[in-house]
């Protein structure tokens, strides 16, 4: 399994901003796909995730601002991050292979900087 994280960049506050993550190696109609970004000098924040049945969930941070969705076609997984404020500048991952110990498989992750 392989993912590939792509679309970060440098954006002003209150912009819009799409990350895509880009699967091989599983089907991602069928899987959780999930969302991490991580701060310098902070911890990891889950950010969304996509269940394998098609609903998403997001953290009260995130929620109502960023959507999930899936291209079949692409086998992708995309963020659509909206009315972005500087606190989202990260570095963002997609994941998936979840087990006790955290997630299996991770993308290179792609850094987001929104400027004030």
């Known amino acids: 399994v392989q993912l590939q994280a792509s679309g970060g960049g440098l954006v002003q506050a209150g912009d819009s901003l799409g990350l895509s993550c880009a699967a091989s190696?599983?089907?991602?109609?069928?899987?959780?796909i999930v969302w991490i970004r991580q701060a310098p000098g902070k911890a990891r924040e889950f950010v969304a995730a996509?269940?394998?049945?098609?609903?998403?969930h997001f953290p009260d941070s995130t929620k109502g601002r960023f959507t999930l969705s899936r291209d079949n076609a692409k086998n992708s997984v995309n963020l659509t991050m909206n009315n972005l404020a500087p606190e989202d500048t990260a570095v963002y991952y997609c994941?998936?292979?979840?087990?006790?110990?955290?997630?299996?498989?991770w993308g290179q992750g792609t850094q987001v900087t929104v400027s004030s």
């Open positions: 190696g599983l089907t991602v109609s069928n899987s959780e």
């Open positions: 996509i269940w394998d049945d098609g609903t998403s």
């Open positions: 994941a998936t292979g979840h087990t006790t110990r955290g997630y299996t498989y």
